[in-house]
């Protein structure tokens, strides 16, 4: 009778294991398709000079949400999404048409649309980041707190 108990112990601790095996896998490939469509790979990063064409504080339909710049650059014009905080709240981003500007950000194609979708914005001599290192956006609070890190480290 222990020899039983100790083969069915065996054989329920076996199926425990592949049961959670089979769970983490399904975990994984869930995980990682839910970064899919916005998915931001910093690795991926790329920086482009442009002229702003235009700037929409709310997206025209077919845009993901959020802001959005129309820019013109050399290789064409580009959908360069804020987020929903970049021209929001203290620490937003300060740009108008025709301002020469400096992004920095990933090339993502979303609802069947080119976006870059931007970390941060280079107006002049100001740098604003709208989203972290993982493409989160950065909401207005958080830039708050980050300015005053910032300043005071240059103290």
Not at 64 to 73: D, E, F, M, W
Not at 111 to 132: A, C
Not at 140 to 145: G, K, S
Request: hydrophobic share 45%.
């Amino acid at each position: 009778m222990n020899r039983l108990s100790l083969r069915l112990c065996a054989l329920a601790l076996l199926c425990l294991v592949s049961y959670l095996t089979s769970v983490r896998a399904q975990t994984s490939a869930i995980a990682s398709s839910a970064a899919g469509a916005f998915g931001y790979d910093a690795s991926r990063e790329v920086t482009l000079n442009g002229l702003v064409s235009t700037v929409l504080v709310r997206p025209s339909p077919g845009m993901i949400p959020g802001s959005h710049l129309l820019l013109a650059t050399l290789s064409g014009s580009l959908d360069a999404s804020l987020g929903i905080f970049g021209l929001r709240g203290k620490g937003a981003v300060t740009v108008a048409a025709g301002q020469q500007i400096e992004v920095t950000g990933v090339m993502r194609t979303i609802q069947d649309n080119r976006v870059f979708l931007v970390r941060t914005v280079k107006v002049g001599g100001e740098i604003y980041t709208v989203r972290n290192e993982h493409g989160v956006p950065v909401p207005p609070q958080a830039r708050t707190r980050t300015n005053q890190k910032a300043a005071g480290e240059s103290l």
